[in-house]
């Protein structure tokens, strides 16, 4: 600490002893600055709310496409955040927000190699435009990723399609055995032939002799 500090001496405490305009009050520069931060924190506000304004109408412009996204998809948030800046969220990892300008759009997108720009106008249709292209790129993807891990679960189930055989052909029908009735008949006929014959034979050995 710094040693053999004078005293501050108040001499001229005395409002008339001090030259004309020079006189100063702490409550009066304690309300200019307070006057100032106001004016600044109103123009703060004033812009956040022009941001969000231009926000609001991005969002209107979306309103059919989200109506038309289907009601199982739940990744898509498209909200606008109550943070200064406001942003407008697509899903979790993109969000539209203003540029500098105030006037431009920004759509980025945060992914493992940082924060990537995917369109940057002022045009406000088409950005709802690339916005809407955006959403459908993820639901594509969404249904080949469906699709991807149905195969994988086929395939892990050996009922893969390269794993289906092709129908083996059908073998001809076997020829029907003979029934019972048929061969009782055959049985009869057999005997009946078998006994005329010995009779034959019999009246042919007793003429002769």
């Known amino acids: 600490m710094p040693e053999h500090l004078e005293p501050f001496e108040m001499a001229d405490a005395d409002p008339s002893s001090r030259p004309a ?4 009050s702490l409550q009066e520069a304690i309300r200019r600055v307070q006057e100032v931060a106001t004016a600044k924190a109103d123009s703060l ?9 231009r926000l ?5 412009a979306l309103a059919d496409v989200v109506r038309d996204i289907p009601p199982e998809v739940d990744f898509f948030i498209l909200a606008i955040s109550p943070a200064d800046p406001p942003r407008l969220w697509i899903d979790m990892t993109s969000h539209v927000a203003l540029a500098r300008d105030r006037r431009t759009y ?5 992914t493992r190699l940082g ?3 995917l369109r940057e106008t002022p045009v406000l249709d088409r950005m709802a435009d690339a916005v809407t292209d955006y959403i459908a790129e993820r639901l594509i993807e969404r249904e080949r990723a469906f699709e991807a891990d149905w195969l994988l679960a086929r395939r892990g189930s050996g009922h893969g399609a390269q794993a289906v055989p092709y129908p083996a052909e059908a073998a001809p029908p076997a020829a029907p055995g003979p029934l019972p009735g048929r061969l009782s008949t055959f049985a009869a006929f057999a005997a009946g032939l078998a006994l005329g014959i010995a009779a034959l034979l019999a009246f042919a050995i007793l003429r002769s002799g």
């Open 115 to 117: 924060r990537v720009v």
């Open 45 to 53: 506000a004033d812009l956040a709310a022009t941001e969000r304004a």
């Open 56 to 60: 609001h109408l991005l969002a209107e």
């Open 21 to 24: 305009g020079t006189v100063r």
């Open 106 to 110: 920004r759509f980025v997108k945060d």
